[in-house]
């Protein structure tokens, strides 16, 4: 069965440590997805991507993260430097399409930030 | 700021009864809704997804959805302990976005 795939799934830094995240969509899924997830809470939304292309990267925190997909496949988060607040789920998602299709995530990535 | 809203729970139901879990969204121009399951600790799976007015069914789950009152639930019959989990509902809104509620916390109690 197609799965998303991330790496890695558990993560603990320090505090104004570098952090990078790793995700392989589902093959032939054109959107992909990153997501933060706190707590107690629903996903929201980080980044999304067409292809290789940012469509929405309203709600990412551009000063100390940063998102590729360089070749519209596998995709990259980073985050610098690293905040005790960025302490999350960082979930990736993946869908065929954007409109009206359904997303399917990754395991994700658990963040401690020391 | 467009809103999903969900009763945190938890929802306890006795093994066997129907789970009925609700969500309500802010956003008329919405036009497709998701129901997730997330086990504690892990990532969302999507169970149900609805675009129409009305029920859907699939296997012991049906979503039911009324885009009139801005409302959308998820039943599931015959619940099991292996159903407890937390169930996020997740409207994509006018701009195709997924917004996410927080989650309602089922229990099924042996």
Same mark, same amino acid.
């Given at each position: 069965?197609?799965?998303?795939?991330?790496?890695?799934?558990?993560?603990?830094?320090?505090?104004?440590?570098?952090?990078?995240?790793?995700?392989?969509?589902?093959?032939?899924?054109?959107?992909?997805?990153?997501?933060?997830?706190?707590?107690?809470?629903?996903?929201?939304?980080?980044?999304?991507?067409?292809?290789?292309?940012?469509?929405?990267?309203?709600?990412?925190?551009?000063?100390?993260?940063?998102?590729?997909?360089?070749?519209?496949?596998?995709?990259?988060?980073?985050?610098?430097?690293?905040?005790?607040?960025?302490?999350?789920?960082?979930?990736?998602?993946?869908?065929?399409?954007?409109?009206?299709?359904?997303?399917?995530?990754?395991?994700?990535?658990?963040?401690?930030?020391? | 700021?467009?809103?999903?809203? =969900?009763? *945190? /729970?938890?929802?306890?139901?006795?093994?066997?009864? %129907?789970? @009925?879990?609700?969500?309500?969204?802010?956003? &008329?121009?919405?036009?497709?809704?998701?129901?997730?399951? =997330?086990? *504690? /600790?892990?990532?969302?799976?999507?169970?149900?997804? %609805?675009? @129409?007015?009305?029920?859907?069914?699939?296997? &012991?789950?049906?979503?039911?959805?009324?885009?009139?009152? =801005?409302?959308?639930?998820?039943?599931?019959?015959?619940?099991?302990?292996?159903? @407890?989990?937390?169930?996020?509902?997740?409207?994509?809104?006018?701009?195709?976005?997924?917004?996410?509620?927080?989650?309602?916390?089922?229990?099924?109690?042996?």
């Amino acid at each position: 069965e197609a799965e998303v795939a991330q790496s890695p799934r558990y993560k603990i830094t320090e505090k104004s440590q570098a952090v990078a995240f790793w995700c392989d969509p589902i093959s032939g899924h054109a959107t992909l997805y990153w997501y933060r997830q706190i707590l107690g809470q629903g996903p929201e939304l980080l980044v999304q991507f067409q292809d290789e292309s940012v469509v929405d990267d309203s709600q990412l925190p551009k000063d100390r993260f940063s998102a590729e997909r360089l070749k519209g496949v596998d995709s990259t988060l980073k985050i610098q430097p690293a905040e005790l607040g960025d302490s999350a789920m960082y979930l990736c998602a993946s869908s065929f399409e954007t409109r009206n299709n359904e997303q399917f995530f990754g395991p994700g990535t658990r963040l401690t930030v020391l | 700021q467009k809103e999903v809203e =969900q009763n *945190s /729970g938890p929802l306890s139901v006795p093994e066997g009864a %129907i789970a @009925s879990l609700n969500c309500t969204y802010s956003d &008329r121009g919405s036009q497709s809704f998701f129901w997730y399951r =997330q086990y *504690s /600790g892990k990532s969302p799976e999507l169970i149900m997804f %609805i675009y @129409s007015n009305g029920d859907k069914e699939d296997g &012991r789950f049906t979503a039911q959805l009324n885009k009139a009152s =801005q409302y959308v639930s998820l039943l599931i019959r015959d619940s099991q302990p292996s159903d @407890s989990a937390t169930y996020l509902c997740a409207v994509m809104d006018s701009s195709y976005k997924l917004i996410f509620g927080s989650g309602t916390r089922l229990l099924v109690r042996p």
